[in-house]
């Protein structure tokens, strides 16, 4: 019960908020010219009469801009957190006494389709990206956690779901993306791993909904490239907050392509493995280890393995509790955005289930312990290579 007032209040917060960001931003077009037209009047001109004309009302258009910009701030914060939290209580209401009411499910999924169609709104694209930005994240975010709640919950929403993904891939698109690389990828992030979420606990849904495992496919053949050209910048133009949620993306993209039959992609099977190769291959000349030791034998599980004192990365140890405490005590810690990224990817499971699944841990891992987690559906089990 107070779960779901706590839901009820989070939604009424997230939607109070967003009308807000909303009104910030036609109060900014009310009152200025569009931002692309200020910054041309910015540019120093040679005509001298000309730049004195328009530079008094340029400064003003530019300072009523940046203040709604700031003025949103604490809208955005508050977005992010509600969503934040309601996410999470999504892993646990539907396993308490009363569950989870059909009605406020329904409810939360048109909040967060509400939140994730700030993607197509000009004005925010035009004036506050970075609200856009919030409001899209906070939207997959609860996706996310909706998606956690099982198959049953999911079939209703699939159809909404589905739209959801077509028209962020479209607005992703190249052609008609028009935020910078670096927002793009803080969209591009939670929408990658919201299918991978779907993926993880809803797997079923491919075989028993007759066109599931064909609209994923078409959504990850249309991001996929899309991904690859950002992972090809430099990382010189990029910082280190875009930086870490590309890996995001592409650690989810990967584990998005594990977790589909084989042979359900085949337009891009050969640019998916190219891709994989050469994250391999970087990751092995920045002295990550890469050696698939859940493949060798026990009699040959010792390839890459040494003493304790002389660990310096990963699948040396031969023990999966030495591993966790060279990982604690070398490894870099992560931030909010990472901490986020992968959220939901464990819910309901225990410690040996993470560390069996995780592929920080999959190298440490005997090949009896994947046997545990059995293919989800024949057409998984029919590849062989679950």
């Known amino acids: 019960s107070v779960g779901r007032k706590y839901i009820i209040t989070s939604i009424g917060f997230i939607q109070v908020h967003q009308d807000e960001i909303l009104a910030l931003c036609a109060s900014s077009r009310a009152s200025g010219q569009p931002v692309s037209k200020i910054s041309v009047d910015k540019t120093p001109t040679?005509?001298?009469?000309?730049?004195?004309?328009?530079?008094?009302?340029?400064?003003?258009?530019?300072?009523?801009?940046?203040d709604n910009i700031g003025k949103s701030f604490d809208h955005q914060y508050s977005i992010h957190g509600n969503a934040l939290v309601l996410s999470m209580i999504l892993h646990v209401l539907p396993t308490l006494s009363g569950?989870?009411?059909?009605?406020?499910?329904?409810i939360i999924?048109?909040?967060?389709?509400?939140?994730?169609?700030?993607?197509?709104?000009?004005?925010?694209?035009?004036?506050?990206?970075?609200?856009?930005?919030?409001?899209?994240?906070?939207?997959y975010n609860i996706i996310c956690g909706a998606l956690t709640i099982g198959p049953k919950a999911t079939i209703p929403h699939l159809k909404t779901i589905f739209g959801i993904w077509t028209r962020s891939?479209?607005?992703?698109?190249?052609?008609k993306n028009r935020l910078s690389p670096s927002q793009s990828l803080s969209v591009?992030?939670?929408?990658?791993?919201?299918i991978l979420i779907f993926l993880q606990y809803n797997s079923e849904l491919l075989l028993s909904v007759p066109d599931a495992l064909s609209r994923t496919t078409q959504i990850l053949e249309r991001i996929f490239p899309i991904l690859v050209g950002y992972s090809q910048l430099q990382s010189s133009d990029l910082r280190s907050i875009t930086l870490s949620r590309l890996d995001s993306a592409k650690a989810a993209m990967m584990e998005v392509f594990s977790w589909l039959p084989t042979g359900s992609f085949p337009l891009i099977t050969s640019s998916v493995f190219s891709f994989a190769s050469r994250q391999i291959q970087m990751e092995t000349k920045g002295g990550v280890s890469c050696t698939l030791t859940h493949l060798l034998s026990n009699e040959d599980n010792i390839v890459d393995s040494c003493a304790t004192t002389r660990i310096k990365r990963s699948c040396q140890a031969g023990n999966r509790y030495v591993e966790e405490s060279m990982q604690l005590s070398y490894s870099k810690r992560i931030g909010p955005s990472e901490r986020e990224a992968v959220l939901h990817l464990f819910v309901g499971q225990g410690r040996d289930e993470i560390n069996r699944t995780s592929a920080l841990f999959c190298g440490v891992a005997n090949y009896s312990d994947r046997q545990l987690v059995p293919p989800p559906t024949p057409l998984h089990r029919s590849g062989g290579n679950w």
């Open 46 to 66: 040679k005509r001298r009469n000309r730049r004195r004309q328009g530079q008094e009302n340029t400064k003003v258009d530019v300072e009523v801009i940046d």
């Open 99 to 106: 569950g989870m009411p059909t009605e406020l499910l329904d």
């Open 109 to 139: 999924i048109a909040v967060s389709d509400n939140l994730i169609s700030c993607q197509g709104n000009t004005n925010l694209v035009e004036r506050n990206p970075g609200s856009l930005v919030t409001c899209v994240r906070s939207g």
């Open 169 to 175: 891939a479209a607005l992703i698109d190249e052609e």
């Open 188 to 194: 591009l992030e939670p929408f990658v791993t919201s």
